[in-house]
């Protein structure tokens, strides 16, 4: 059974870092692309970033040039490293794996990230 599990979220004032990471398990398929998403107060969940198998990445506008997305697919885990953090970035984030050959995205619990002003 897929597992996919974030850690690494927690409260930082504004102006600092963090850095989220996202495991995944118990598939028979190989993992394909993965991402993260996160979900504000009130708000729909929003796309942040996207890295495919080959290590192509995309970004939300709003994270460009702040956050990066990278894996480690020996591990198949990915990492979100978030910099210059402001408040509106506070959210639930989410880490999602789709796997070679299914059409099903698996998602995980979520972390917390606050970003204090």
């Known amino acids: 059974q897929e597992h996919v599990v974030e850690s690494g979220g927690g409260l930082v004032q504004a102006g600092g870092s963090l850095r989220l990471s996202c495991a995944a398990s118990?598939?028979?398929?190989?993992?394909?692309?993965m991402g993260w998403s996160r979900q504000a107060p009130g708000k729909q969940r929003e796309f942040i970033a996207h890295?495919?198998?080959?290590?192509?990445?995309n970004y939300a506008d709003s994270v460009t040039g702040r956050f990066t997305i990278s894996r480690d697919n020996d591990k198949n885990t990915v990492y979100l490293q978030m910099n210059n953090l402001k408040p509106e970035d506070t959210g639930v984030y989410y880490c999602?794996?789709?796997?070679?050959?299914?059409?099903?995205?698996?998602w995980g619990q979520g972390t917390q990230v606050t970003v204090s002003s």
């Open positions: 999602n794996v789709d796997y070679i050959g299914t059409s099903r995205s698996y």
């Open positions: 890295i495919s198998n080959t290590g192509i990445t």
């Open positions: 118990g598939s028979r398929f190989s993992v394909n692309a």
